[in-house]
């Protein structure tokens, strides 16, 4: 599949005769999916929704020397802090008489092509604040002599076969994926940065083709070719025949694609891009491959990347990268009624009124702060107090409200949907910052840790150094259930216990009561960190047993069951991330944790699972909606090769 995936690239590449094949490409991830546009809306709400990626400083207004002080990037190349942005799609489920939209997630992959035509000009890096848009929103025809028409197109992809590039979407199921591809002009007039329309300042080359040839006189300067593919994932999604998808500008045709860019490199003919583009020609297009930017690619700093400017208060639908499962709202947001053929775009009834900006991230208690990024295992959690687990509505103000009632200094939230609470810090090593970089279940533009990795959020006074103390103290558990992420959370009455991991015990091995003995004691699992070995289906309860755990387990369909760490359940129907029933020990003293709603059983340890298989027929059930296997770990790793493995 990678090599049919980096075929079919090089296809839609070689579709324009280009005279040289030297290009780089970078992955980005989507940094914002809101209703910003500052170069088409500055100061403004724009029109519709745009998927947008690059340096964390994006704002409603765009500010060369502004975004040049991004902290971050979801760039891969960490120096680049430029601005990609693209409309979003939507998916429309028309089920029950009412029609509703479901934003469907995406990655980034943008290509620097060294191109130019037969007069070998020189290629140029980008000259300061300079913005341009490519695509019309309101195109609805193809006019195949128009090169800026011939510079958008799709590929459905289709691993099983040939994914044909088209200038619509395709009127067919993309099972993995549907790939939205848009050719930037490269000619510039060499004085304007802008223009009124945003793009008379800028020309695609006289030849025909809209990455390649001579540059027409009036745009003499050649300038490097900005080609990038936004790939949505809508083989998660039903398809439902032509009209299954929309862009969030209402049109459901795909000719109104269009695209955005501002420059957040550093400018000048001795900059590093432009040292990228003279010297980086391997015909791989892989960074690493090129000296002059590998120095400067971080993953883990993409990934952790996150906005820091106000942005719309309005729900859109997103819910973090690669997140499937989102808010199903009424409409596209916007006045963005769905807009098909060649007609006028529908009006709406009355315009809602425009959002207010706020904060990306959510507000902390009075006296509370965000700290460090801290390890959090193998062995004893950080911190040993109150938990709580929101797989919907996890934020970092929630697990610091939460720990500030239990009368607690120190909060820690992980994992995206797990919060930790403490009065000392144990164990605790610093870590960076891009070890936490998992968005909060609740709020994706903050993170809540990562694996095996504590966001720590301490309140005013306390130290943020770890303590030499190793005492270990369950005191209070809070526990919703995380088996989906569209079911809002249930919250148990807390409760109080004071059961210290032994080191000596060792695994209760009596078959549980109330399961007809249909489950069977297994073993000792260590988990395989920072992964999990189970992961169809989690429960958390302060009040854990081994029936409590078979029985949710079973009710979910699954026939493996794993406690740990005295009240955390965990199911599956086969062992992940490379764990097998041959990894399985008996009287390990990993699982040598009480549970914690029955000190006569094992409930696993640190990282370690107390794993039943039940001997009973395996029901024909499945979780109406089941976390996506390995979901914590599959988006947008190595997602700049988009071609050369499947992603979803």
């Not at 490097?224 to 929309?246: A, C, I, K, M, R």
């Not at 459901?252 to 990228?276: I, K, M, P, R, V």
């Not at 992961?535 to 029985?551: F, I, R």
């Amino acid at each position: 599949m990678a090599n049919l995936t980096f075929f079919f690239t090089l296809l839609s590449l070689a579709l324009y005769a280009p005279s040289t094949l030297a290009f780089f490409r970078m992955g980005a991830k989507v940094l914002l999916a809101t209703r910003m546009d500052s170069i088409v809306s500055p100061g403004a709400v724009s029109a519709h929704m745009h998927n947008i990626a690059g340096g964390n400083r994006f704002s409603a207004v765009y500010d060369y020397d502004d975004l040049r002080k991004s902290t971050c990037t979801s760039n891969l190349v960490n120096i680049d802090h430029s601005n990609y942005w693209a409309p979003g799609l939507h998916y429309v489920n028309k089920t029950g008489g009412t029609t509703t939209f479901s934003y469907i997630p995406s990655y980034y992959t943008v290509y620097y092509l060294d191109r130019n035509g037969s007069k070998k000009e020189k290629v140029h890096a980008w000259p300061g604040p300079l913005k341009m848009l490519a695509g019309n929103p309101n195109r609805r025809v193809l006019n195949a002599t128009n090169v800026a028409d011939k510079a958008v197109s799709y590929v459905c992809l289709d691993y099983s076969k040939s994914s044909p590039q088209t200038t619509e979407f395709p009127k067919n199921n993309c099972p993995d994926g549907l790939r939205a591809q848009i050719v930037f002009p490269s000619c510039w007039d060499g004085k304007n940065y802008d223009s009124a329309d945003h793009m008379s300042h800028m020309a695609y080359p006289i030849d025909g083709n809209p990455d390649s040839g001579n540059c027409p006189s009036t745009h003499p300067v050649r300038l490097v070719t900005l080609f990038y593919e936004q790939v949505f994932d809508v083989g998660s999604f039903p398809y439902n025949g032509p009209g299954t998808w929309v862009l969030s500008n209402g049109d459901d045709t795909g000719y109104g694609f269009h695209a955005d860019f501002q420059n957040g490199w550093e400018a000048g003919d001795n900059s590093l891009l432009q040292q990228a583009i003279d010297q980086c020609t391997n015909l791989s297009g892989e960074l690493s491959d090129c000296p002059v930017l590998k120095p400067y690619l971080d993953d883990d700093a993409k990934e952790a990347c996150q906005p820091v400017n106000p942005i719309p208060d309005e729900d859109v639908g997103y819910r973090g990268p690669g997140v499937t499962v989102g808010t199903q709202t009424a409409t596209v947001p916007g006045c963005n009624p769905i807009w098909s053929g060649t007609g006028p775009k529908p009006t709406c009834s009355s315009n809602p009124p425009a959002p207010a900006f706020k904060s990306p991230q959510s507000v902390l208690p009075g006296g509370w702060t965000a700290g460090k990024c801290m390890t959090d295992g193998p062995g004893p959690r950080v911190l040993q107090g109150a938990s709580l687990v929101d797989s919907v509505g996890m934020t970092r103000a929630k697990c610091a409200a939460f720990c500030d009632s239990k009368g607690f200094k120190y909060a820690g939230v992980e994992w995206s949907q797990e919060c930790y609470c403490g009065n000392q810090l144990v164990g605790a090593v610093d870590a960076p910052d891009s070890a936490c970089h998992r968005a909060c279940k609740g709020s994706p533009y903050e993170n809540c840790g990562g694996d095996a990795h504590i966001t720590l959020l301490t309140k005013t006074g306390a130290s943020s150094n770890p303590s030499s103390s190793t005492t270990t103290t369950k005191t209070t558990t809070t526990t919703t259930k995380a088996s989906t992420t569209t079911t809002q959370a249930s919250t148990s009455a807390a409760t109080t216990t004071t059961s210290k991991p032994a080191t000596t015990t060792t695994q209760t091995t009596a078959t549980p009561s109330g399961t007809a003995s249909t489950w069977k004691l297994q073993g000792c699992l260590a988990e395989p960190q920072p992964n999990r070995a189970l992961w169809g289906a989690y429960l958390s309860d302060p009040a854990m047993t081994v029936e409590k755990c078979t029985s949710f387990c079973k009710s979910k369909g699954f026939t493996l069951a794993g406690l740990e760490y005295g009240q955390e359940c965990w199911c599956d129907n086969t062992f992940e991330n490379g764990t097998s029933a041959a990894q399985i020990k008996t009287n390990d003293p990993g699982c040598s944790v009480k549970c914690n709603g029955n000190a006569s059983q094992t409930c696993g340890g640190s990282w370690y699972l107390s794993v039943y298989k039940s001997t009973a027929a395996k029901r024909e059930l499945t979780p109406a909606v089941q976390p996506a296997k390995n979901a914590h770990r599959r988006h947008h790793k190595k997602s700049y090769a988009s071609y050369e493995e499947n992603q979803f």
